[in-house]
């Protein structure tokens, strides 16, 4: 063997996250692709490729740091921008498509929202 046991635990943890990130977002753009309405698309989407990114920056940002000794703060931040604003983008981009009217998927069982919209739909006439 060529490393130490911490070198081996690292480029472990470096190839799970990379694989795990790859796999979110394989897994949320077969998600686009098969699902049948605005907002469950929206949802894969919007999680996968939140975890998917946050995956492979977190394993480039460890590899830089095993490597080569380098903190990367540009990765560190470009985490917490992805974690914190694509969540947002995702709840405000199905709440516009709400409000404008887009159906929802003729099988979804429950509509929690209508009464409450229509409520302030009306109050605001």
Known sequence: MNGTW???IFDLLI?????LGT???ISGSLGVLRFPD??????????SSTLGVAGILIGAFLFMYVEHGVVSGKLLLGIFFILLT????GHMI??????SGVQLW????NNEHKDVYQQ???TSK
Not at 15 to 19: A, F, V, Y
Not at 86 to 89: E, L
Not at 94 to 99: E, N, Q, V
């Open 6 to 8: 911490i070198s081996i």
């Open 94 to 99: 199905g709440r516009a498509a709400y409000r």
């Open 106 to 109: 003729d099988k979804s069982i």
């Open 86 to 89: 694509a969540p947002v983008s």
């Open 23 to 25: 796999f979110f977002l």
């Open 38 to 47: 605005v907002y469950t698309r929206l949802h894969a989407a919007t999680k």
């Open 120 to 122: 302030t739909k009306e």
């Open 15 to 19: 190839c799970i996250s990379l694989l």
